[in-house]
C-alpha cells in the first residue's frame, strides 16, 4: 500500500505515515438497524402500542437473541454466555433503544415505506 502523505490531513495518520484504523466502538450494521425498527414498526401498529411497549415485547421474545447476536458477534471478547447476560439486562435494553432506536436516522426513511399486515 505505501505511505499516503498527498492530499490527506496529518492528523490521519501514523507516525510512518499510513492511514490510522477507525477508533471506538463499531457502528452497528445498518442490516440489524433496519431489521430491529421494522419488526419495531409491525408490533406497535399490529398492536396498537407505542414504540417504547413494543420494545418491551421484543426484548421478551424468544428470538430475541438471534436477531442481536450478529451485532455482538462484530465486538471483541463477546462469548454466547455474556452476550445472553447482557441482553435480559434492563439497563442495556434502555440504552440500547435510547441510543439506537431513537436516535437513528432510519425513521425518516422508514416512515416512507407502507408495510402491509
Known amino acids: 500500500m505505501g505511505k499516503i502523505t498527498d492530499g490527506e490531513k496529518l492528523s490521519r495518520l501514523t507516525t510512518k505515515g499510513t492511514l490510522r484504523k477507525k ?21 406497535s401498529k399490529g398492536r396498537k402500542i407505542t414504540m417504547w411497549k413494543a420494545w418491551a ?7 430475541f ?7 455482538f458477534k462484530k465486538k ?12 435480559k439486562d434492563p439497563d442495556w ?3 440500547y433503544y435510547k441510543n439506537n ?16 399486515y
Open 93 to 95: 435494553q434502555n440504552d
Open 65 to 71: 437473541p438471534d436477531l442481536m447476536f450478529p451485532h
Open 23 to 43: 477508533r471506538g466502538q463499531p457502528r452497528i450494521d445498518i442490516g440489524i438497524e433496519f431489521v430491529v425498527y421494522a419488526k419495531l414498526l409491525q408490533i
Open 101 to 116: 432506536v431513537i436516535k437513528s436516522q432510519l425513521i425518516k426513511r422508514l416512515e416512507e415505506i407502507e408495510f402491509t
Open 57 to 63: 415485547q421484543l426484548v421478551k421474545h424468544r428470538n
Open 76 to 87: 471483541k471478547n463477546y462469548s454466547y454466555k455474556n452476550f445472553m447476560e447482557k441482553i
